[in-house]
């Protein structure tokens, strides 16, 4: 039997399959005895921190190499509950210490506007391997979006564009926002983000984000960076106004904001053109022009705003933009006028999109239902993998073929895995059901070889006519079901791409080196 | 009576072919009378059709009907139903399916639904496809089925190069998914995109199962015709079995909605295939070789 041993590893199919398989392991590395810390998952980009010198992380990091939260003043921080914890308990304008696995950063607790310190840090539990967990595995929001009307490819590629940087505006990090097509021709643009996601984000992909601000029915300039050189986000020059700040209604509150904007010189200039002219009128002790600066986005008016007499006819760069927002309580109207104020930021900083869009799928997966629905899975996986155990022992009666039938399946799944991993895939519901797909019929394949070999019709054949009759049947099996999959590259939008990818990937792998290591496993061990 | 079905099996093998072709028959009565009645072939799910799932997986302590009655009330135009979901036999949470698609009206109805639970966010998914993409989405399904069938011909006709193994590849895939889809039907469960996979998944293993009796009885020369039958039938029999226990296990103890959908329609292909793989493939082919011989020894 030791001989045996020695002979299996010694052949190039076995030794193939090992050296890749220790790749694959490598390019998943599992933490087996966890991690400490928790990771951060995305961050704002004006907090405090980042001026400590804390930077979001970047897509293109693999999961374990994700920088780790370990402490907050001194204080542990090694579930998301915990971190929490620790966050809500810091007093504004008090120094924090925070280390992470790389260094520690020093800074001042920031306050934001409901009186509680907020690091603008957003964290999760800390990746156990550098498998990707895609939005059914580990929540977050799916949007199809579809642009109305037809599109230029090059329009196409401007809109993926501003929503990328509509979304880094937010911080977002494990964004996927690409451009898909289907069958017929239409184009969709698909956004995946992982995590929980505020609804203000959804909403703010669909719209196009026109901004016009204008005095009469003339246009004195467009959001975007031709118009707009710069968009004040930090404290000292946005937020809730000063002047009038929180009003009580009979129905609840209203909240004014205001932020500060730059203008570029020729937008200035038409300003000073267009107000030259205007006629001015006095109210209150106060010199106003007879027109206000009304701004709209997408169309409709958000504010309108009084331009005082100095700036008749200037060529100012220096803009204040406001607006509200409104609730029952007055901490709701500051929050929404908050919200309002990011959003209209988002839009001046990016400026529009070349065309309408309209939601044509939208999916928000709880990321509870998502650790559950892992869970589940793996459960269910080792349960069936007991019961096709059964059955196949019940079947052949021969552990010595059981063993290793099992082990080159189970190898199988690591060598997909550790291919997701490199390709720095997502693993999503499509994923796992491609994974079912390849470990089903990869357990017939093994069947084939074990029968071709065994069955008494074949003893009078030698064991490499044995074998080449059990490839014959899994090759013409592999390239039928290849043909049956291409298709599904381009049907719905992308939207089985996953599942068509896995599958492929995964028989490729499977019948071109862990089933033909299984054939030479069985011939070593059965060949007399 | 075993040796009288095996007796039966191997001499009335053009009589027996009258099973799948009944079925087939029976099937496309079914969808038939299915699209004459709702407009569809299939019950086709919110993903396909248009419409909203909010996913809930805390316990409402409230039943199906009930909450369906009061959003129906509160919701009249909203086309409201509720499911429980299950596992192993234990509620693991409850989904309510809508037509609403508009972001507004959907917004009112989550904030109405978790106000009345104290859902947190946490607690439940939220699934909305626009009416055109779900429609458009099964068009397309349909369109990559058939281009899935051409492809497969081709590759067929490459490896085996007989042009009768690829006629009946085809012919196994189109009746194992319009069986299936028939008895899928009858469940009364509703079609979601995953289940069209399925379908997909259900022709990767079928082939499996062709490939052995055609490469088996028109390329292997070991043996006579009936035991290179039997030979491939318990090659077959023992693949069935594996996947059919590992679907039964799944079936049962998953619990996500759609893996469970993938699962049943993987069951009910699976049988379907064991009748076309083995009654009406394995009947082709003997006529095949029976015209064969025929011809050759003439």
Redesign the interface.
């Known amino acids: 039997m030791g001989n045996k041993i020695t002979k299996i590893f010694l052949n190039w199919r076995v030794l193939l399959l090992v050296t890749l398989l220790f790749f694959s392991i490598l390019a998943i590395r599992p933490n087996i005895f966890g991690t400490e810390g928790v990771e951060i998952n995305s961050m704002l980009a004006n907090s405090s921190v980042a001026e400590a010198g804390l930077s979001n992380p970047a897509s293109k990091v693999l999961p374990t190499a994700r920088e780790r939260i370990l402490s907050v003043n001194g204080e542990e921080t090694n579930t998301v509950e915990e971190y929490y914890a620790v966050v809500s308990q810091l007093q504004a304008n008090r120094t924090i210490r925070l280390e992470t696995n790389e260094k520690a950063y020093t800074f001042l607790a920031p306050q934001s506007s409901n009186g509680k310190v907020d690091l603008g840090i957003k964290v999760k539990e800390a990746s156990f391997s550098n498998l990707r967990m895609g939005l059914d595995l580990e929540?977050g929001t799916r949007v199809?979006l579809?642009p109305v009307g037809g599109i230029s490819e090059e329009d196409l590629e401007t809109t993926v564009d501003s929503l990328k940087e509509r979304l880094n505006v937010y911080g977002l990090r494990d964004i996927v926002v690409r451009s898909a097509s289907?069958?017929?021709g239409?184009d969709f643009i698909l956004i995946e983000i992982a995590g929980?996601t505020e609804?203000e984000i959804q909403?703010l992909l669909?719209k196009q984000g026109k901004f016009e601000a204008k005095v009469g029915n003339e246009t004195v300039f467009f959001g975007g960076k031709k118009d707009i050189t710069y968009v004040c986000r930090s404290a000292d020059c946005s937020g809730i106004d000063p002047y009038l700040g929180c009003q009580q209604f009979d129905a609840g509150y209203h909240c004014r904001f205001a932020f500060q904007i730059s203008l570029s010189p020729e937008a200035a200039q038409h300003h000073a053109l267009i107000t030259k002219n205007l006629k001015t009128i006095s109210e209150q002790g106060s010199c106003y022009l007879a027109e206000d600066l009304a701004l709209y986005l997408d169309d409709v008016e958000v504010d309108r705003l009084r331009i005082g007499c100095e700036l008749k006819g200037s060529t100012t760069t220096d803009i204040q933009i406001s607006g509200s927002g409104a609730g029952i309580a007055q901490a709701d109207a500051v929050n929404d006028a908050l919200k309002n104020m990011k959003k209209l930021q988002t839009v001046l900083l990016t400026g529009s999109l070349p065309v309408k869009l309209?939601?044509?799928?939208?999916?928000?997966?709880?990321?509870?239902?998502g650790k559950?629905?892992l869970q589940?899975?793996m459960?269910?996986g080792v349960?069936?993998l007991v019961?096709?155990s059964?059955?196949?022992l019940y079947?052949y009666r021969k552990v010595v073929i059981i063993f290793p039938m099992l082990l080159v399946m189970l190898s199988e799944l690591v060598l997909i895995l550790g291919f997701a991993a490199l390709a720095k895939w997502n693993l999503d519901?499509?994923s796992?059901?491609g994974l079912?797909?390849v470990v089903?019929?990869g357990?017939?394949?093994f069947?084939?070889i074990t029968?071709?070999t065994l069955?008494k019709?074949?003893e009078?054949?030698d064991w490499k006519t044995r074998i080449k009759?059990a490839l014959?049947?899994i090759?013409?099996?592999y390239?039928?079901?290849?043909?049956?999959?291409?298709?599904?590259f381009?049907?719905?939008?992308g939207?089985?791409k996953g599942?068509a990818l896995t599958?492929i990937v995964g028989m490729s792998v499977g019948v071109l080196i862990a089933r033909p290591a299984y054939a030479a496993i069985v011939r070593i061990l059965l060949e007399e | 009576m075993l040796q009288k079905i095996k007796h039966i099996y191997e001499t009335k093998y053009k009589l027996l072919m009258i099973i799948p072709l009944l079925l087939l028959v029976l099937s496309l009565v079914q969808l038939g009378v299915q699209y004459a009645t709702t407009g569809d072939f299939v019950n086709k799910g919110i993903s396909l059709k248009g419409g909203s799932t909010i996913t809930i997986t805390k316990d409402l302590s409230i039943s199906s009907d009930e909450l369906e009655g009061s959003l129906q009330q509160e919701f009249p135009t909203a086309e409201v139903s509720v499911r429980t979901l299950s596992s192993a036999g234990k509620n693991t949470g409850t989904a309510i399916d809508s037509g609403l698609q508009d972001k507004a009206e959907i917004d009112t109805f989550v904030a109405a639904v978790s106000e009345r639970f104290a859902l947190q966010k946490a607690d439940y998914s939220v699934e909305v496809v626009g009416s055109s993409l779900g429609k458009n989405f099964f068009r397309q399904m349909l369109i990559a089925l058939v281009f899935s069938f051409l492809l497969m011909g081709i590759m067929v006709i490459l490896y085996f190069r007989i042009f009768i193994t690829s006629l009946m590849v085809i012919l196994a895939a189109f009746c194992d998914i319009v069986i299936t889809l028939a008895i899928f039907n009858l469940t009364g469960m509703k079609l979601h995109p995953a289940g069209i996979a399925a379908l997909l998944m259900m022709i990767g293993y079928s082939v499996d199962g062709e490939v052995i009796i055609s490469s088996r009885l028109i390329k292997r020369k070991d043996g006579t015709e009936l035991e290179r039958i039997y030979g491939a039938l318990r090659t077959g029999w023992t693949m069935t079995q594996t996947t059919l226990v590992a679907v039964l296990v799944a079936l049962i103890f998953v619990q996500s909605e759609v893996v469970k959908q993938i699962m049943l329609i993987l069951l009910i292909g699976l049988l379907v295939d064991i009748i076309v793989t083995w009654i009406q493939n394995v009947g082709i082919l003997r006529w095949h070789l029976e015209k064969k011989h025929k011809s050759s020894g003439q």
């Open positions: 929540g199809l579809q289907d069958l017929s239409n929980v609804d909403e669909a309209e939601v044509a799928k939208l999916d928000t997966i709880s990321p509870n239902l559950e629905f589940n899975v459960l269910v349960l069936a019961a096709v059964g059955v196949v079947r519901l499509a796992i059901a079912i797909v089903g019929t357990m017939n394949h069947i084939v029968d071709e069955r019709e074949a009078a054949l009759n014959f049947i090759m013409g099996a390239v039928i079901n290849l043909g049956s999959l291409i298709p599904l381009w049907a719905g939008a939207l089985l599942f599958t």
